[in-house]
C-alpha cells in the first residue's frame, strides 16, 4: 500500500512492520513524530509492545538495553543532544552485543541552540560500535529499519538508522508500506539466544580482567565485519521480497566519471540533479553516496571510485582541526590504493541548504586545481 | 529451634565482599524473600566487584550489569520486556548502592518511581562511595570522614532525605531496612512482592572499611543504627507509614559513633550536633508514625 508520508512517520511505520515489542522514548525536535505515531499504534493495540516514556535519552537507551537482554526487540529514536546524552550507553549497548534499532535524525550540536540538519551528530558516535545507515528517501528509511534487526539479530551489534532533519524527517514522500505477512517471512521473531532468564541465570557485563577483555573487543569486531557480509547479502534478499535494492554504497553514473562528488544523506539527491546538469553540459562528472559508515564498506568505495580522476568528498560535518569526518573515512580506504586528489569540502552545516548550484560552485573550484592547496575549502561561509 | 528464615541460599559463599560487608547480608537476605524467579540489575558499585570477575557470579540469578546511573530504567526495560514476552510474573530488581540511588541515579529512579513501573528497587547504603575509594555521596551522615570529606573539613551537610524524596513520588510501597533485622527485611520482601508498581527499599548496611569500624562490629552497628533512631526501621504502604522495629527508648548517638573511625574526630559539641540532628528527624517521623 502507498503512502504520502513524513520520513519520522516512515520510521515509526518501519518499527511497526518490524514489530517491535518495547520502545522508549524521549521527546527531542526533529524527531518527535517517530514517537507520536508509535505512541498512538502501541495505544490502539495495532502494534503489541509497551511503550516506556521515560524520563531522558539515558534512560531511553537504558530501558532498551535492558528490554533487549531479556530478548524483546527493542526500539528508540532521537537526535543531536538526545544521541549525545546516550554516548555512554551507546558502547554499553554495542559492548553488549544487543540488536538495538535506534533512528537518529540527523540536528547539528548545539551551542548555538539549532534544530536543523548535519551530520556531527551521529559521526561523533562512530566509534562506539553501531552500525550507522544514512538515508536517502522516506521508502529507505522504512525499509532500512525492517532491514536493520534482520542484520543486527544476526550478529547482535546495534544498528542507527540515520536521516536528515527536516529535509527527509519532515518532508513528505510517497512511500509503498509493505504487508505485515511479506514482513514477518522476511524477519523472523527475535529469538536471542542470551537472554536474561531465570531457569539459566547468567551474569552478564561483569568486571572483567586484561586476561578476557580483548577477547570480547575481538568479537565485536569481527562481528562487525560479519555485518558487513550479511548487509551486502541481503540487499538481493531484501530487493527479491521487497523490490527495492540497497546497498553500501549507492553509485550514480560514476562508472565513466572523470570527477566523483562523495555525499551522503539527502545531499545527495540534490548532487545528482547537479549531475544530470553538468553531464548536459558535457562534464563527466557522478555521484557517490555513501550509505553505510560502519562497517566500512572499503571494497565498495575502493571499486566505485577507481576510474576517477578527481575526487570531491562533501562533508555535512566537521572534525574541527581535521578534515570532514567522511573525508577522513573515505581517504583512509584509498590510501594505498589510488593516487587520485581528493578535494574536501564542508557545507551545509547547521541546516544550511546545499543547492545545486553549491555543487556547480564547488565542481568549478575544483576544475581549477590539479590538486587540492588547501586541507578543506568551506562553501558558502559570510566572512 | 524453628529458623526464622528460609535455608535455601541463591547467593554462594566465594564472592569478593569484605569481611562483614553489610551489603553481603543484605544481597543474601533480599534472595531467601524474592527467590529464583527474579531478575537483577546492578550498576557500578561495590556490587560490581562483590558478584565476582567474569565468568564467576556469587549469584543464582541472572543479573545484567550497567552502567551507574541507569538503574532504574534498565530494570523499568527488562521489565517490559518480561511483560511483552509473557513473563510477567517475574520479580524485577534494580540494586544499587547509595551514591548510584542518591546522586547520580536519582533522574532514572525518580522517572521510574513517578512511572510506578512494577519494579523493585533496592539501595544499599553504605553511606559513601566506596567502590572507588570512600568519597562522600549525598547519602554521607553529618560529621563524617570520607576521603573528600577530610577530617579537618568533615562532612558539614545532612544526609539527603532519599526517602521522603521517593515518598514524594506516592509509590506503592517502600520501605527502610537494616542488616541487623533480617527478618523484619524478609517480611517485607514478602509482602512487597505482591504488590503492583513501584518499590523502593533502603537498607543501611554498614562498610567495615568504609566506616572505619571492626568487620564483626556490622551487625551491632546495624542494629544500634535503628536503636539510636539515626536510621529508623519503617515501612510505607500507600502513604501509611508503620514502624516495624520499634525504638520507644532511643539510645544516644555517641553509642553508634565511638564504633566507627569515620566519626573519631568528632568533638563533643560536634556529637551534640549529630543528636539534635537525628532528634529532629525522628520527631519528624515520629509523627508520621502515629499518624498525625
Ligand atoms: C558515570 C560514572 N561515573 C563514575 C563512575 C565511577 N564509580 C564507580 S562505582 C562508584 C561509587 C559507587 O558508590 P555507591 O553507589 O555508593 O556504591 P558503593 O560502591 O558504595 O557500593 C563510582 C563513583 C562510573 N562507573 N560511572
Ligand atoms: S568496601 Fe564496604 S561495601 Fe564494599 S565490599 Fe567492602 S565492606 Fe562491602
Ligand atoms: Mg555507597
Excluded at chain 1, 22 to 49: G, M, N
Excluded at chain 1, 122 to 139: A, E, F, H, K, V
Excluded at chain 2, 97 to 115: C, K, M, N, P, V
Excluded at chain 2, 169 to 192: C, R
Aim: hydrophobic fraction near 40%; proline fraction near 5%; aromatic fraction near 10%.
Amino acid at each position: 500500500m502507498k503512502k504520502v508520508m513524513m520520513g519520522n512517520h516512515a520510521i515509526s511505520y518501519g518499527a511497526t512492520l518490524a514489530r517491535v515489542q518495547v520502545i522508549a522514548a524521549y521527546p527531542i525536535t526533529p524527531q518527535t513524530q517517530v514517537v507520536e505515531l508509535l505512541s498512538e499504534i502501541v495505544a490502539d493495540q495495532k502494534l503489541k509492545a509497551e511503550f516506556i516514556k521515560v524520563e531522558s535519552e539515558h534512560s531511553a537507551m537504558a530501558a532498551c538495553i535492558g528490554a533487549s537482554s531479556a530478548g524483546a526487540r527493542a526500539f528508540t529514536a532521537t537526535s543531536a543532544q538526545g544521541l549525545a546524552l546516550m554516548h555512554e550507553l551507546l558502547h554499553w549497548a554495542a559492548g553488549a552485543r544487543l540488536p538495538i534499532v535506534m533512528a537518529n535524525i540527523n540536528r547539528a550540536m548545539a551551542p548555538p541552540w539549532t534544530i536543523w540538519t548535519d551530520q556531527n551528530d551521529s559521526l561523533s558516535q562512530r566509534d562506539t560500535g553501531w552500525m550507522q545507515i544514512y538515508c536517502q528517501s522516506n521508502q529507505e528509511v522504512l525499509d532500512s529499519v525492517i532491514m536493520a534487526y534482520k542484520v543486527a539479530e544476526k550478529v547482535l551489534m546495534p544498528v542507527m538508522i540515520v536521516l536528515d532533519a527536516f529535509s527527509l524527517s519532515h518532508t513528505y514522500e510517497s512511500v509503498d508500506i509493505p504487508d505485515q505477512a511479506l514482513v514477518d517471512k522476511y524477519l523472523p521473531a527475535f529469538d536471542y539466544k542470551y537472554k536474561l532468564d531465570v531457569k539459566n541465570p547468567h551474569t552478564y557485563g561483569g568486571l572483567t580482567t586484561p586476561d578476557w577483555y580483548m577477547e570480547f573487543r575481538i568479537k565485536m569486531h569481527e562481528a562487525m565485519e560479519q555485518a558487513l557480509v550479511e548487509i551486502k547479502k541481503e540487499a538481493p534478499v531484501f530487493q527479491k521480497v521487497f523490490g527495492r535494492f540497497y546497498d553500501t554504497v549507492d553509485p550514480y553514473m560514476v562508472d565513466d566519471a572523470e570527477t566523483v562528488l562523495v555525499t551522503s544523506g539527502t545531499a545527495a539527491s540534490t548532487a545528482r540533479f547537479a549531475v544530470d546538469q553538468l553531464r548536459a553540459e558535457g562534464k563527466k562528472v557522478g555521484n557517490l553516496r555513501m550509505r553505510v559508515l560502519r562497517p566500512f564498506p572499503f571494497a565498495d568505495v575502493r571499486q566505485q571510485l577507481k576510474n576517477a580522476k578527481k575526487i570531491i568528498i562533501v562533508d555535512r560535518d566537521i572534525s574541527y582541526g581535521y578534515h570532514g569526518i567522511w573525508a577522513q573515512e573515505v581517504k583512509s580506504a584509498l590510501y594505498g590504493h589510488s593516487q587520485v586528489p581528493v578535494f574536501n569540502f564542508i557545507a551545509g552545516l547547521g541546516g544550511r541548504d546545499i543547492f545545486p548550484e553549491t555543487y556547480y560552485n564547488i565542481i568549478a573550484l575544483v576544475e581549477k586545481k590539479d590538486k587540492p592547496d588547501q586541507e578543506l575549502y568551506w562553501v558558502e561561509v559570510k566572512k | 529451634m524453628k529458623p526464622t528464615l528460609p535455608l535455601e541460599e541463591l547467593m554462594s559463599p566465594g564472592h569478593l565482599a569484605c569481611q562483614g560487608c553489610g551489603a553481603g547480608i543484605a544481597m543474601r537476605t533480599t534472595l531467601k524473600a524474592l527467590g529464583q524467579d527474579t531478575i537483577f540489575t546492578f550498576p557500578a558499585c561495590c556490587w560490581t566487584v562483590i558478584d565476582g570477575p567474569f565468568p564467576y557470579s556469587c549469584l543464582e540469578v541472572p543479573l545484567l550489569h550497567m552502567a551507574f546511573e541507569a538503574t532504574a530504567a534498565t530494570a523499568s526495560g527488562i521489565k517490559a520486556a518480561m511483560d511483552t514476552l509473557g513473563k510477567g510474573k517475574t520479580t524485577i530488581c534494580g540494586w544499587a548502592g547509595d551514591g548510584g540511588t542518591f546522586d547520580i541515579g536519582l533522574q532514572a529512579l525518580s522517572g521510574a518511581a513517578e512511572r510506578n513501573d512494577d519494579i523493585f528497587y533496592f539501595c544499599y547504603d553504605n553511606e559513601a562511595y566506596m567502590n572507588t575509594g570512600i568519597q562522600r555521596s549525598g547519602a554521607t551522615p553529618y560529621g563524617a570522614w570520607t576521603t573528600t570529606t577530610p577530617v579537618k573539613h568533615f562532612k558539614k551537610e545532612v544526609k539527603k532525605s532519599i526517602d521522603d524524596i521517593v515518598a514524594a513520588h506516592k509509590v506503592p510501597y517502600q520501605a527502610t531496612a537494616s542488616v541487623a533485622y533480617p527478618e523484619d527485611l524478609y517480611k517485607k520482601l514478602i509482602k512487597a512482592k505482591d504488590i503492583r508498581g513501584f518499590k523502593f527499599i533502603h537498607i543501611i548496611a554498614p562498610c567495615p572499611p568504609g566506616w572505619k569500624a571492626k568487620p564483626e562490629d556490622t551487625v551491632k552497628l546495624a542494629r544500634l543504627a535503628v536503636q539510636t533512631g539515626v536510621f529508623p526501621v519503617y515501612e510505607v504502604e500507600s502513604g501509611k507509614y508503620l514502624q516495624t522495629i520499634k525504638t520507644a527508648k532511643r539510645k544516644p548517638v555517641l553509642e553508634y559513633l565511638k564504633l566507627q573511625g569515620r566519626f573519631k574526630h568528632l568533638k563533643e559539641d560536634d556529637v551534640t550536633d549529630v543528636q539534635k540532628l537525628v532528634d529532629l528527624r525522628y520527631a519528624e517521623l515520629e509523627k508520621r508514625f502515629q499518624g498525625c
